[in-house]
């Protein structure tokens, strides 16, 4: 099993930064994949940024060029830079994290960003 801690969440203005970060523990061998969804209320949830474990990211379009992924191995520890924050960036974002049998989610953390 993981299990995955984030934080990082709060209240920012449009245009500020965030970064958010997602501990990973447990079976961190297993791990493929990492990543961030977020979800807005009355939207569907949607893959924000993900990094594989050979290090190739992927991102929405709505934000490359905004946000970045990265990970902290001696950590264990995924994070999402996020510049230049819009308020229809405001979501919960989830952690997630995939190994070949079963995907992880984090509890999730509130991103709002105020105009």
């Known amino acids: 099993q993981v299990q995955l801690v984030e934080s990082g969440g709060g209240l920012v203005q449009a245009g500020g930064s965030l970064r958010l970060s997602c501990a990973a523990s447990?079976?961190?061998?297993?791990?493929?994949?990492m990543g961030w969804y977020r979800q807005a209320p009355g939207k569907q949830r949607e893959l924000v940024a993900a990094i594989t474990s050979g290090g190739s990211t992927n991102y929405a379009d709505s934000v490359k060029g905004r946000f970045t992924i990265s990970r902290d191995n001696a950590k264990n520890t995924v994070y999402l830079q996020m510049n230049s924050l819009k308020p229809e960036d405001t979501a919960v974002y989830y952690c997630i994290s995939t190994t070949y049998s079963d995907d992880y989610w984090g509890q999730g953390t509130q991103v709002t960003v105020s105009s």
């Open positions: 447990g079976s961190i061998f297993s791990i493929n994949a």
